[in-house]
């Protein structure tokens, strides 16, 4: 009478405990993923990259013993300055986008006309490598440097003189950034583990205004646009500062998997469906994974994954371009599609344009027109109406049609064939559910029983199948003991089957002892 019952209508599938879960598509996702991106081969390693803080925006990589310039508009190559004797190590704009600063591993950093590209000056003082070079954001005359002799240098670029030598950092400086709402202040990053906020107006030059130990060795620091907060950058964790609160620990971000190299601030676009005033944190790192941070909801909203360890990022003010240089010399240059309206508030917003007149109105589609019925798949459903969703055709497997017919045993020999080991137990338990199993393994015959104690053989052990294997193994030996004495080859399996069951007895045994040996330690431990 059970035969006559209904058929499953849903396949058999292994019990898995955790399932994947497909990511949900936010819009900030959608506004990052419209990031369409490009490579730019054939250079060399790029530590640094920085974009022009004017428009068009143009973006400078340095690349070897040369800078390149590239066009944000077009992603192509527009200068190269190769007047250096080593190779380049960090690049700065200054605020009005006609000068360019740039330091190398000799020790020099140069200041360069963008227009002629020739070079004005040349600024000699570091006697190791410098590692970064920043122009100050409001302020056209001086520059920041800082490198490997663990000193920190503040220059009056048209004097082409040393003001002020800050000396607070005991490792090499690798990092600096400059106050966006004060010229006079600046913080620099070093491998002694040490953020220092530095005041030029302060005499001391030993002391530095504040002192920030991010625990690791430090590869990038950046203020926050409102002035009170940096990000630093360092192992595998991005940390955020109070620099009012006295240097509080806000927030670690531990995304990233290896070294975080490089950190930058950037706004997010109109159209990502947020207030356009938002900012985020975007950071790579060796482990070749882009992490976009929101450090109002200290979350991160984005991760991407390039094929090469990431050494530097830039992004334009303008929200349109992003630029990531890695370590093979390949430039991952992503450009936003911008919409119709975007593109045409950014033209000339002369008082005289004229603009044609556009119809907000909106026809509405009543239910005796013709063209209501007309509609196609692709009509977007309105408000009010109900949408009928197909059911989507479940596509059964061989087992799994055999068992909606009710046969069993020809099921599990199909499963066992298949060499599945979920597939296999997962059959096992629902003809466990249907009392079928010891039937089905009683009406094997000599060749499918073989297949049946091979798998008990190789898969008995397995921790998440071992209870109902174990289990049916001895019942096998139980019900087929005349069959087995018969046959040389099922005497075979079998003796595996033991010699598999007492190895596992032994390291059962073995961890018990190794257990009875530290229980006794972490109790003494525990009481300390």
């Not at 963008?114 to 001086?142: E, G, I, M, Y």
Request: charged share 25%; glycine share 6%; proline share 4%.
């Amino acid at each position: 009478m059970e035969e006559t019952k209904v058929s499953k209508n849903f396949p058999v599938k292994p019990n898995l405990k955790t399932k994947p879960r497909t990511p949900k598509q936010t819009s900030e996702s959608k506004y990052w993923s419209s990031f369409k991106t490009q490579q730019i081969p054939k250079l060399l390693s790029i530590p640094s990259i920085a974009f022009s803080p004017t428009p068009p925006h143009s973006f400078a990589a340095a690349n070897s013993t040369s800078l390149s310039i590239f066009s944000s508009q077009t992603l192509t190559q527009t200068a190269k300055i190769s007047s250096f004797r080593d190779v380049v190590s960090s690049v700065s704009f200054r605020n009005d986008a006609r000068l360019i600063a740039a330091s190398d591993l000799s020790g020099l950093v140069q200041v360069f006309d963008v227009a002629t590209r020739s070079c004005l000056r040349r600024l000699r003082s570091h006697n190791r490598p410098v590692r970064f070079v920043h122009f100050p954001k409001h302020d056209k005359l001086h520059l920041v440097s800082g490198g490997d002799d663990a000193l920190v240098k503040y220059w009056d670029v048209a004097e082409e003189t040393m003001i002020h030598e800050f000396y607070g950092h005991k490792d090499y400086v690798r990092c600096g950034d400059s106050s966006p709402v004060n010229s006079d202040t600046f913080v620099t990053g070093s491998y002694d583990h040490l953020v220092k906020l530095w005041d030029v107006r302060v005499r001391d030059s030993s002391k530095a205004a504040l002192d920030i130990n991010h625990g690791s060795p430090v590869e990038d620091v950046v203020f926050l646009p409102s002035g009170g907060m940096v990000a630093t950058a360092g192992g595998n964790s991005v940390k955020l500062w109070d620099l009012i609160g006295g240097g509080k620990l806000l927030y670690s971000m531990e995304s990233h998997n290896k070294t975080v190299t490089s950190i930058c601030v950037g706004r997010i676009g109109k159209d990502s469906g947020e207030e356009s005033d938002q900012y985020r944190i975007m950071s790579v790192g060796l482990d070749g994974y882009l992490k976009v941070f929101d450090y109002g909801s200290m979350k991160v909203t984005y991760s991407m994954r390039f094929p090469a360890p990431l050494l530097s990022i830039g992004y334009s003010p303008d929200c349109s371009t992003r630029v990531i240089g890695t370590s093979n010399g390949t430039i991952y240059a992503a450009k936003r599609k911008i919409k119709e309206g975007e593109i045409e508030e950014s033209k000339d917003n002369s008082f005289w344009r004229i603009k044609p007149v556009e119809s907000n109105e909106k026809k509405v589609l009543r239910s005796n027109y013709y063209r209501y019925f007309q509609r196609g798949q692709g009509e977007k459903p309105a408000e009010d109406d109900y949408l009928v969703m197909k059911q989507k055709k479940v596509k059964l497997t061989a087992h799994d049609k055999l068992l909606n017919k009710f046969r069993h045993g020809e099921a599990l020999v199909c499963v066992l064939e298949g060499k599945n080991p979920g597939y296999v137990v997962a059959v096992m338990e629902e003809l466990v559910s249907r009392k079928k199993l010891l039937r089905c393994v009683s009406d094997l015959d000599s060749e499918k029983l073989e297949l049946l104690l091979a798998f008990l053989h190789k898969y008995c052990t397995v921790p998440k199948y071992s209870r109902l294997l174990m289990g049916l193994a001895n019942k096998v030996v139980e019900m087929r003991a005349d069959d087995i004495r018969a046959s040389e080859v099922l005497k075979k399996h079998i003796r595996n089957l033991k010699g598999t069951v007492e190895a596992e007895i032994r390291i059962q045994q073995s961890l018990q002892e190794i257990q009875g040996i530290i229980s006794p330690l972490l109790r003494i431990a525990g009481r300390r």
